[in-house]
């Protein structure tokens, strides 16, 4: 498609003093545009980072049968929880999303450590600190956050490989649901709702590695 505007663009420029046979050349190129737009635009809305928001977010609330996750079709969605009366007072952070982080220190929720909930969970205290961030802080990764949740084999190596410099993190990566967006945006914050969550060590930080 790209191609072909390009080569609309030169004739427009060549015969620009024939301005009706320009004004319809335009015309051919924004009907061009514009179905493209609207699809990324589509993509980008409800694909991507959305995913989540009914749970996450005061202003959203959807019926477990409607939420696009459960069998509307199975009898047990008629026992279950609605979402907003199980999070009802879960704290939240300033942007209204729900602070899982605190809702689990707080003891607000016991998850199971396993399917049959015998198994040993072992916590690892230690960040890493992403630094190609553009402008942007610098991001830092709890890994004391994530793995009183999630055993290791959960990211490693799948997701994430276990090395520094082996994971090309990109914001656009995220909101297309790869790295950090295979959770966050789905059961985890959103990434486009609360920036400072992520990005939270100033640049000017010393004794950074």
Not at 119 to 148: C, L, W
């Amino acid at each position: 498609m790209f191609a072909e505007l390009v080569l609309l663009i030169v004739i427009m420029l060549r015969i620009k003093r024939h301005k009706m046979l320009f004004l319809g050349l335009a015309g051919l190129i924004t009907g061009l545009l514009i179905p493209r737009i609207a699809y990324v635009q589509e993509k980008l809305e409800g694909d991507f980072w959305n995913k989540g928001e009914h749970f996450q977010l005061d202003s959203k609330v959807v019926p477990v049968y409607e939420d696009g996750i459960h069998d509307p079709s199975n009898d047990a969605v008629k026992v279950l929880q609605e979402p907003v009366e199980a999070m009802e007072n879960f704290p939240r952070d300033n942007s209204g999303v729900i602070d899982w982080v605190k809702v689990l220190d707080q003891g607000m929720i016991t998850p199971r450590k396993g399917l049959y909930g015998d198994e040993e969970m072992h916590a690892v205290d230690f960040d890493v600190i992403f630094k190609n961030t553009g402008s942007m802080p610098y991001v830092r990764y709890p890994h004391r956050q994530h793995t009183e949740w999630l055993t290791c084999k959960n990211c490693h190596p799948k997701i994430f490989l276990p090395q520094k410099g082996g994971n090309p993190v990109t914001m656009s990566g995220i909101m297309q649901g790869k790295f950090c967006g295979i959770c966050h945006g789905k059961v985890a914050f959103p990434p486009t709702k609360n920036c400072g969550r992520c990005h939270s060590v100033s640049r000017d930080t010393v004794g950074l590695r």
